[in-house]
C-alpha cells in the first residue's frame, strides 16, 4: 500500500522529469521568420532517417525559408528517451504542429510511430496537404503494425499498393514499378540536372547543373507526374566530368498534381519528390535552390520564384557523411539548433563511431572515409584517439 511519502515521491519525481527546462530543451525547433512572402504561414518539417541526415538537412532549409522568406518553420525530429535527436527509428513528438501547416517538408526512412503521432501525418494528407518529399520518403514506413500498416513501404494490398510513399509520392523502395540503388553509395557522386522537357518549371527556376553525394536511384516516374530532375552517374564521388557510361541517364525528382490519401481519396494536392538529399548534397547552392523553389511552388507561392532567389547558407553548416549505424552527431537536442547563428551540428556533438574499433563500426566507417580523405584529415585534427590506419583496406571486407 503506498503512503502520503510515496505519493510525494512521485510527484516530485515527475516534476523533475517534466520540469521545464527539459521540455524546452527537446521541444519542437522553430524557426520564426518575420517579413516575406511566407508571413502568416507555416511549414512543417519532419526529419526521422536512419541514414541520409535528414536531422541536417531539414533544419537547413527551414532556417533559409524562415530567414529569407519569412515562414514559420517546425522541425520535428525522432526524439530518444533522453530528449536528443536520433537518427531515424524513434517517436516524432510535436506532430500537432502539422493541425495548421500550410505545407510538409518530409524527410523520413523506414519509421515506425505510435499510433498517436501517425493518426497526425494520416489527417495532414487526408485534408490534402502539399508535400515535399527527399530521397528515402518512398519508403517511408517500415513494420508498423495494427491500424496503420498499409502505411509500409512493402504493403501489398490493393487498397494502398506501396503504403505511403507510393501513394503520395509516386514510388516506393520495388525494382519492378519503384525505385532501387543505381550508383554506388560513398563511391559514385551524381550530376543532376532539369529535364530539357521541364527546364521552364517553377520548381526548375535558376537551377542549371548540382552534384550530389549520394549515390543515384533508379527511378520510376509515376505515368501521371511531370519529371523535374535526371541524374548522370559520374565515376568518382567529387564532382567531376567522368561521366559512368555503363548507367545510363535515370530520372532524380517530379512533381504531381495529386494523390491518395490513406482512406484512398484522391487529393488534389501539389506534391515534389526528389531522390537526392543528403546532407552533403545541400552544400551545393542548386541542390538548395531546387528545395526552395520545391516548397514554394508545392505549397501555391510560385508567384515569388525568381532565378536568384536567395539560397544561401544561413548560420554554420557542418555536414557529415551519411551512413547506417554511424558519423550521425549525439547528444544534440533540437534547441541546441535554436536561432539563426547556430551551427547545423553543433561542432561540440561528437560523431557516432569515431573510436570504436568494434568489426562492424570500421567497415561502416572505412567505406565512406575512403572517398572522403579531408574528413579523415578533421577526424584526427578533433580525436587524438582517431587512427587514420585502424581503415585502410576495410571497405573491401565490408562488401562481403
Known amino acids: 500500500m503506498k503512503t502520503i511519502r510515496d505519493f510525494l515521491c512521485l510527484a516530485v519525481s515527475a516534476a523533475v522529469l517534466f520540469s521545464p527546462a527539459m521540455a524546452e530543451d527537446s521541444a519542437p525547433l522553430v524557426y520564426e521568420g518575420t517579413d516575406g512572402p511566407g508571413k502568416g504561414k507555416h511549414i512543417v518539417f519532419i526529419a526521422n532517417d536512419h541514414e541520409y541526415r535528414s536531422e541536417e538537412t531539414c533544419p537547413l532549409i527551414a532556417k533559409i525559408?524562415?530567414?529569407?522568406?519569412?515562414?514559420?518553420?517546425?522541425?520535428?525530429?525522432?526524439?530518444?528517451?533522453?530528449?536528443?535527436?536520433?537518427?531515424?527509428?524513434?517517436?516524432?513528438?510535436?506532430?500537432?504542429?502539422l493541425k495548421d501547416a500550410d505545407l510538409l517538408f518530409f524527410y523520413t526512412r523506414f519509421m515506425k510511430l505510435p499510433d498517436e503521432q501517425a493518426d497526425l501525418l494520416v489527417d495532414y494528407f487526408e485534408r490534402g496537404g502539399p508535400a515535399v518529399g527527399l530521397r528515402?520518403?518512398?519508403?517511408?514506413?517500415?513494420?508498423?503494425?495494427?491500424?496503420?500498416?498499409?502505411?509500409?513501404?512493402?504493403?501489398?494490398?490493393?487498397?494502398?499498393?506501396?503504403?505511403?510513399?507510393?501513394?503520395?509520392?509516386?514510388?516506393?523502395?520495388?525494382?519492378?514499378?519503384?525505385?532501387?540503388?543505381y550508383g554506388g553509395n560513398h563511391q559514385m557522386g551524381g550530376r543532376i540536372t532539369p529535364v530539357a522537357a521541364a527546364k521552364d518549371h517553377p520548381v526548375n527556376s535558376g537551377v542549371t547543373q548540382m552534384h550530389t553525394y549520394s549515390g543515384a536511384y533508379s527511378s520510376q516516374p509515376p505515368a501521371d507526374a511531370t519529371p523535374l530532375l535526371e541524374v548522370q552517374v559520374l565515376n568518382t564521388f567529387e564532382a567531376s566530368d567522368e561521366i559512368n557510361t555503363e548507367k545510363p541517364i535515370v530520372s532524380a525528382g517530379w512533381s504531381r498534381d495529386h494523390y491518395v490519401a490513406p482512406s484512398g481519396e484522391k487529393k488534389e494536392a501539389r506534391v515534389v519528390y526528389t531522390s537526392y538529399g543528403a546532407s552533403e548534397d545541400v552544400l551545393d547552392e542548386d541542390a538548395r535552390r531546387f528545395l526552395v523553389n520545391a516548397c514554394l511552388w508545392a505549397g501555391g507561392w510560385e508567384d515569388v520564384i525568381t532565378?536568384?532567389?536567395?539560397?544561401?547558407?544561413v548560420g554554420g553548416f557542418d555536414p557529415v557523411p551519411y551512413t547506417t549505424?554511424?558519423?550521425?552527431?549525439?547528444?544534440?537536442?533540437?534547441?541546441?539548433?535554436?536561432?539563426?547563428?547556430?551551427?547545423?551540428?553543433?561542432?561540440?556533438?561528437?560523431?557516432?563511431?569515431?573510436g570504436d574499433a568494434s568489426k562492424g563500426m570500421v567497415s561502416k566507417l572505412a567505406r565512406a572515409l575512403k572517398s572522403r580523405p579531408e574528413l579523415v584529415k578533421k577526424f584526427e585534427a578533433t580525436y587524438p584517439e582517431f587512427d587514420a590506419s585502424l581503415y585502410e583496406g576495410q571497405e573491401k571486407r565490408s562488401k562481403k
Open 325 to 354: 549505424g554511424a558519423f550521425a552527431r549525439q547528444g544534440v537536442k533540437p534547441s541546441d539548433l535554436a536561432g539563426w547563428d547556430s551551427q547545423v551540428m553543433p561542432a561540440e556533438a561528437r560523431v557516432w563511431g569515431v
Open 307 to 313: 532565378p536568384d532567389l536567395d539560397v544561401s547558407i
Open 136 to 181: 528515402t520518403s518512398t519508403h517511408c514506413f517500415n513494420g508498423q503494425k495494427g491500424k496503420w500498416e498499409k502505411l509500409n513501404f512493402n504493403y501489398n494490398g490493393e487498397d494502398y499498393l506501396g503504403g505511403l510513399g507510393e501513394q503520395v509520392f509516386g514510388n516506393t523502395w520495388n525494382k519492378e514499378r519503384g525505385q532501387s540503388h
Open 65 to 97: 525559408m524562415a530567414k529569407y522568406y519569412g515562414f514559420r518553420c517546425t522541425v520535428l525530429f525522432g526524439i530518444d528517451e533522453d530528449g536528443h535527436i536520433r537518427a531515424g527509428g524513434a517517436p516524432v513528438p510535436g506532430m500537432e504542429a
